[in-house]
């Protein structure tokens, strides 16, 4: 699904892009994202096989009335095609193409057990200052790890976990 959300996204991004309204369309599907997430009522309806076209358009242009010209072409679009299934990812999509632009770069923290806040955050301070620029970090839990924790940027990783340290220990030790 993610590859048939990125064919209707990447156009919009591109002519966001060039129109220097990237941050706008952003908020837009932020907002979209959000009404998707607090309505399922919004949501069903979006889906719904028996609403006709025309209806679901009328509606998206009133709750989005106030949003980037091409946020809406892009809705227009979406609705016209009846793919409204990708509405659930195009926010995600669209961040993935613009993050790069803006610096960011996506990661994930790996903990055995959920971490605070206050952790959470020094780890991102911690991992922007090791790698550099701006992180977007995701959290995750994973058992498997025992204990520590594990961080990946990009294609790099950090694994100070136990499970890490006894996998190394184990290799050093087969010579594997």
């Keep these: 699904m ?19 309204a990237q941050d706008r369309v952003d908020d837009d599907l932020n ?7 607090s309505s399922p009522d919004f949501r069903r309806f979006l889906n719904a096989p028996t609403v ?27 609705i016209n095609k009846n793919r409204c299934e990708i ?5 995600r999509v669209y961040r993935e193409l613009l993050n790069p632009h803006r610096g960011i770069v996506p ?6 057990a959920p ?5 959470f955050d020094s ?12 992180i977007e970090l995701a959290r995750a839990v994973d058992p ?17 976990s136990v499970k890490g340290r006894l996998e190394r220990l184990k290799a050093g030790l087969t010579g594997e």
């Design 2 to 20: 993610s590859g048939l959300a990125r064919r209707y996204v990447q156009p919009l991004f591109e002519a966001a892009l060039a129109a220097g």
């Design 31 to 37: 907002g979209l994202d959000y009404a998707l997430s």
């Design 52 to 78: 006709d076209r025309a209806t679901k358009r009328t509606a998206v242009e009133r709750a989005f009335s106030g949003a980037e010209p091409l946020t809406l072409n892009f809705l227009r679009v979406v």
């Design 87 to 91: 509405f659930d990812l195009a926010h």
């Design 107 to 112: 990661g994930l923290v790996e903990t055995a």
């Design 115 to 119: 971490v605070d806040d206050a952790t």
């Design 123 to 134: 780890l991102k301070k911690a991992a922007e200052a090791r790698f550099g620029g701006t």
């Design 144 to 160: 498997s790890l025992i204990g520590g924790v594990r961080v990946r940027v990009g294609n790099r990783v950090i694994d100070a």
